[in-house]
């Protein structure tokens, strides 16, 4: 025979207790914050560099635009789109490096504090 579906919240062994809190479970918390602050770290730096790198060929369109020569305008979209994707990922990654640290130092207080 087939049992019937658990339907409520009791049947179904659930309750509303807060997570038990220990030192160990604290501690790796912080251990994973960190590991995944420095992980958006180092995707932060990555796309610096390589925004740095797009925006030589991106300068020397500028420059020719300054000059008053016109570039080709399959060379300005081909410089552009990755230099726009490059600075979007940039701020994505800078967005999510923020808010890591921030969780981080919310851990770090927590563990101080009591």
């Known amino acids: 025979m087939i049992a019937r579906k658990a ?3 009791v049947q179904r062994g659930l309750f509303l207790l807060p997570p ?8 790796a918390d912080i251990a994973r914050a960190r590991a995944r602050l ?5 995707r932060r730096a990555f796309a610096a560099r390589v925004l740095i790198a797009l925006s030589l060929p991106m300068a020397y369109l500028l420059l020719m635009l300054s000059t008053g020569a016109v570039p080709p305008l399959v060379a300005a979209r081909v410089v552009l789109w990755p230099w726009l994707a490059t600075l979007a990922v940039s701020a994505l990654c800078a967005e999510a490096a923020w808010r890591n640290r921030v969780r981080l130092e919310a851990l770090l207080d927590a563990r101080m504090n009591g």
Not at 20 to 27: M, T
Not at 38 to 42: A, G
């Open 20 to 27: 038990v809190e220990s030192a160990d479970n604290r501690e």
């Open 7 to 9: 339907t409520s919240a």
């Open 38 to 42: 420095r992980t958006w770290e180092v």
